[in-house]
């Protein structure tokens, strides 16, 4: 064997073979930029600005005529324990494709700041919760705001732009909502709606779950969300209960705030992405690259991030086979806890301009897998065949609702993968009684509402078709249905129908039992003070 045989076989030894999948030197990107926002109370204005606070606070003050609290505080008198709302009211689920920016400031003595769960979700003087959307692109298609509460529309404003993405003192598209027939000195404010979206007129009587308007950035404002504001004889609430908020709940169903990281979008294009691009401003979307495509952007929108967190992109190939892993790499810009932020990543790789279909980009944040992600890379001359969003499943809120209750349908969908594209999906709500049509929209949330069944003329079965869109095809439609149950007296003790004093008998049965008829003022306790409560439920009649 001559000396250059010996040697091609000595590096045969030393350097196994290169496999198909191996990782080129060209492979390259990564993490190009982003943004957070993990304290919005340090570079925060206040969303209602001087000038037009002085003017609603002088107007609910107005209506309180006899009432001297200091605005300035929140309104401390103790308020029971009954909850007062049974929903929050935006079209869509709170830290879903919604996320609650900012709570009340209850730090009223200092320049700091202090939410119900001692956090800092708010900024200084803040005085109601900022529910804001994923991008102008969900405003454009609409997101409804429903009456929380069945009341009298006392105030409103129209015809302002609703695009704001700063601080200028602009003024807001609003609704004020007395519900004094409630409680009185109840009232509620909806601020930074929809131009040409405001419903109702002044002196109008609107029920809970009423659509009266549609989410935006009018005001001031730097994106598109709903600031809901309560009231309570001339004083502002915070409608929380929590360790720093000394008062009872007004939510029949309190939320928590989530500290798990999630991805609330993602997406990718064909180009790089724009420079000088941030949000609120619709993210850009492809559907599919080609092999020509030397690098492809991807983004996301993410909440909960933590401090210095990484991130790690595997490519697969179209039979399973790993291409290219990054590893993990630092998140540049994550020093911080980030409430929100949003991140955008640019890769050239390789095999993705030599092997046409479907390719699996996995990422990971912190070591969870967040995002499997189908990107088709196009076959020369081969044209792409846009497929339809995924089939929209839902519950009804409440459960079993009476014809006196307002109704939501929510949801179960992915906020990721609930279109194989990553187009933004809008979803059509066709809701009937008993066959009728009483309710037909299209939305960008991921809920929608009716007032009472009652309010609308009765019935027993309640169905909703919800057809979701990619913008250009309708995915399946998928039907839901409730049976409406009758209207449930709380005085009824012995459930017959009808008021009588034999019902006072049977409350004080279900007293000496602890039953749950007991309960009559709702504070999930049977004590002397629920016959206070029946009395009232009982002359209130069915």
């Known amino acids: 064997m001559n000396r250059i045989a010996l040697l091609v076989l000595f590096a045969s030894i030393i350097a196994p073979a290169t496999p198909a999948h191996a990782q080129h030197l060209s492979d390259s990107g990564g993490f190009v930029d982003g943004g957070g926002y993990e304290a919005d109370h340090k570079a925060h204005q206040p969303c209602v600005p001087p000038a037009e606070r002085a003017r609603l606070e002088a107007f609910m003050r107005q209506l309180d005529e006899s009432n001297s609290t200091n605005t300035d505080q929140p309104y401390t008198n103790n308020r029971g324990g009954q909850p007062v709302f049974e929903f929050y009211p935006i079209g869509g689920s709170i830290y879903g494709d919604l996320f609650l920016n900012n709570y009340t400031d209850l730090d009223t ?136 908020s000394p008062y009872a709940s007004m939510w029949a169903d309190q939320w928590s705030k989530p500290t798990e990281h999630y991805v609330r979008d993602f997406g990718f294009l064909r180009e790089l992405f724009p420079g000088d691009f941030d949000t609120p401003h619709p993210f850009p979307r492809d559907r599919s690259v080609t092999l020509d495509t030397d690098r492809i952007s991807y983004w996301m929108q993410g909440a909960n991030l933590p401090a210095f967190s990484m991130y790690r992109f595997r490519f697969f190939m179209p039979n399973g086979v790993l291409d290219y892993d990054s590893g993990n790499r630092l998140l540049n810009f994550s020093d911080s806890f980030y409430r929100r932020y949003w991140a955008r990543y640019q890769w050239d790789i390789t095999d993705m301009q030599n092997v046409p279909g479907v390719w699996t980009v996995a990422i990971d944040m912190n070591d969870e897998r967040v995002i499997n992600a189908k990107v088709t890379v196009l076959d020369t001359g081969e044209t792409y065949i846009n497929t339809p969003p995924t089939p929209a499943f839902a519950i009804f809120e409440p459960a079993e609702p009476t014809e006196d209750d307002a109704v939501f349908i929510r949801l179960q969908s992915d906020l990721v993968h609930d279109d194989f594209e990553y187009d933004l999906v809008r979803y059509r709500y066709v ?112």
């Open 109 to 244: 003595a200092t320049s700091g700041v202090l939410d119900w769960d001692c956090g800092d979700h708010t900024y200084n003087t803040h005085r109601g919760h900022d529910t804001g959307l994923r991008s102008f692109e969900e405003q454009f298609i609409g997101v409804p705001i429903f009456a929380a509460l069945k009341g009298t529309v006392v105030d409103r404003d129209d015809g302002h732009f609703d695009q704001n993405t700063s601080w200028q003192g602009q003024p807001a598209n609003y609704v004020i909502i007395d519900h004094s027939a409630i409680e009185p000195g109840l009232r509620t404010i909806y601020l930074h709606m929809k131009n040409g979206s405001v419903l109702p007129q002044i002196g109008e009587h609107v029920d809970a779950g009423q659509q009266i308007g549609q989410v935006a950035s009018s005001g001031n404002s730097t994106g598109p969300h709903l600031h809901f504001e309560v009231w309570r004889n001339g004083g502002w609430v915070e409608t929380m209960a929590g360790p720093c």
């Open 431 to 542: 809701w009937s009684i008993d066959g009728a049509v009483v309710r037909d929209t299209i939305s960008a949330g991921h809920a929608d509402a009716i007032p009472s069944v009652a309010s609308l003329g009765g019935g027993t079965q309640l169905c909703v078709s919800i057809t979701p869109n990619d913008g250009d095809l309708d995915g399946f439609t998928t039907n839901h249905c409730v049976t409406i149950k009758a209207h449930l007296c709380p005085a009824d003790i012995n459930g017959d129908g009808n008021l009588s004093p034999t019902d006072f008998t049977a409350w004080i049965g279900a007293f000496n039992a602890n039953a749950p008829q007991c309960d009559q003022n709702n504070d999930g306790m049977c004590t002397p003070t629920d016959f206070s409560a029946w009395i009232g439920n009982y002359n209130a009649g069915c």
